[in-house]
């Protein structure tokens, strides 16, 4: 079983991201980048697969500018085995990643292709859904459980209700939650390996993919400072206080 991976660089999480000055964007400058989460657990999740000798092949595939081969070192270090990166200098909004890793996909044809839930930069949660969408192929989005049988594939989805299990005919698009497992490190040899392992790359008009945006950013402000907290003495002055200072009851 062929698998493909997408992988996103993101802010890392400990940062405590800002606007620019002029609100046009969020402040990257000099601020630590990292592979999103949730891709994490999706290299993970295929090397586990690869592991129990379910998987053949893994590969991880990003879409950015040059530094992105970055991330897509440290997905071969956790275990891929040959990445993929699309270069592009412009920012592509969902739909334009998705029909990227489609002509990929085309090009590729894995049995299964793992997405994060979603990027916690833009948390946008689209890709996955319109990549599935675009290939015509069955998807099994915030999956904490994926078991394979033969040419099917059990996801058991996080939905608000509980847990639900659905069988996909493969090829087919997963996409992971933050139970699905928990990512390993990588370790020092690993990493020096990653650093000889195939890396291809190619353009938006290599894949002939045109990633005119849709949707424009009209601004990015911090969200209003919290107030700080007070301790009232009894119940009587909460009940005071939500009644007349806040209003609330
Ligand atoms: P999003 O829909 O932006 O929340 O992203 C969901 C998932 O799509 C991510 O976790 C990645 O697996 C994949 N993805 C989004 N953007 C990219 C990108 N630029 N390159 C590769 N994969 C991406």
Same mark, same amino acid.
Do not use: H, W
């Given at each position: 079983?062929?698998?493909? @991976?997408? +992988?996103?660089?993101?802010v890392?999480y400990n940062v405590k991201v800002r606007p620019k000055a002029d609100g046009s964007d969020v402040e990257l400058?000099?601020v ?14 295929? @090397?586990? *697969?690869?592991?129990?000798? #379910? ?6 595939? &990003? ?13 071969? %270090? ?5 990445? +993929? =990166? ?13 029909? *990227?890793?489609? $002509? +990929? ?9 793992? /997405?994060?839930?979603? &990027?916690i930069d833009g948390d946008n949660?689209?890709?996955?859904? =319109? /990549?599935?969408?675009? %290939?015509? +192929? ?14 099917? /594939?059990?996801?058991?989805?996080? @939905?608000?209700?509980? /847990?639900?299990?659905? #069988?996909?005919?493969?090829? $087919? ?18 990493? =020096? ?13 290599? *894949?002939? @993919? ?7 950013m009209i601004k990015v402000e911090p969200p209003a400072e919290r107030q700080a907290g007070i301790k009232v003495?009894?119940?009587?002055? *909460?009940?005071?206080k939500l009644?007349n200072e806040a209003k609330v009851i």
């Amino acid at each position: 079983m062929k698998v493909l @991976v997408a +992988i996103k660089r993101v802010v890392d999480y400990n940062v405590k991201v800002r606007p620019k000055a002029d609100g046009s964007d969020v402040e990257l400058n000099n601020v630590k980048m990292s592979l999103n989460p949730f891709c994490e657990i999706a290299v993970e999740e295929a @090397v586990r *697969l690869k592991e129990a000798g #379910t998987a053949s092949e893994i590969i991880a595939v &990003s879409i950015g500018p040059k530094v992105v081969q970055e991330q897509l070192r440290t997905a071969l %270090a956790l275990g891929a085995d040959r990445a +993929i =990166m699309v270069e592009t200098d412009s920012e592509p909004q969902p739909l334009g990643v998705a029909k *990227l890793l489609k $002509a +990929i996909v085309d090009k590729e044809s894995p049995d299964l292709i793992i /997405l994060g839930k979603q &990027s916690i930069d833009g948390d946008n949660n689209q890709t996955g859904q =319109m /990549l599935a969408a675009l %290939a015509g +192929i069955g998807q099994g989005t915030f999956a904490s459980n994926i078991e394979v049988a033969d040419s099917t /594939l059990n996801v058991t989805r996080e @939905v608000d209700g509980g /847990l639900q299990t659905v #069988t996909l005919t493969l090829p $087919a698009v997963v996409t992971t939650d933050l139970r699905l497992n928990e990512p390993r490190y990588a370790s020092l040899p690993n990493i =020096m390996k990653a650093k000889k392992k195939p890396l291809d790359i190619f353009t938006p008009d290599d *894949l002939a @993919v045109n990633l005119t945006n849709t949707v424009s950013m009209i601004k990015v402000e911090p969200p209003a400072e919290r107030q700080a907290g007070i301790k009232v003495a009894s119940v009587d002055e *909460l009940v005071e206080k939500l009644k007349n200072e806040a209003k609330v009851i």
